[in-house]
């Protein structure tokens, strides 16, 4: 059995690595180059047989702020969000404020008909209403027994 000696210099050293990689994760870089941390609106998607209903958490933002682009296989989102924030309270004013551009791709599981999209934007949820292409409603596959 092997000795090994006890040195807090090398717990710390493993405590500031692990931290670095927290904090990486936060604070993305794009062409080596960093571009602080990230907003990526949170997507729920639920497929029935008619359409894809998909559903954008964007809070912060008017409709006129975001961009939303189909084809029939994906789903591209754009915005910026301008969000200040002013309180004043027993004399101080505090004032808070976040800017910042976010896109997000979704790849649909079926094709759609991107000129049939309706969408809906209320209480920072955009809701997207995506009709399948007749091709895929009327699908059938077979399937090989082996």
Known sequence: MAIVRFSPWREIDSLQKEMNRVFDNFAPYLNGEEKGIAFTPAAE?????????????????EAKDVDVQVTAEAVAIKGERRQEV????????RSE????????????????????VKAEYKDGILHLHLPKAEAEKNKVVKVNIG
């Open 97 to 116: 404020f976040r800017y910042g551009a976010f896109q997000r791709i979704i790849s649909l599981p079926v094709r759609v008909q991107n000129d049939q």
């Open 86 to 93: 002013k309180t004043e309270e027993k004399g101080m004013t």
């Open 45 to 61: 998607m639920e497929e029935n047989h008619d359409a894809i209903e998909l559903k954008l958490e964007i809070p912060g933002l």
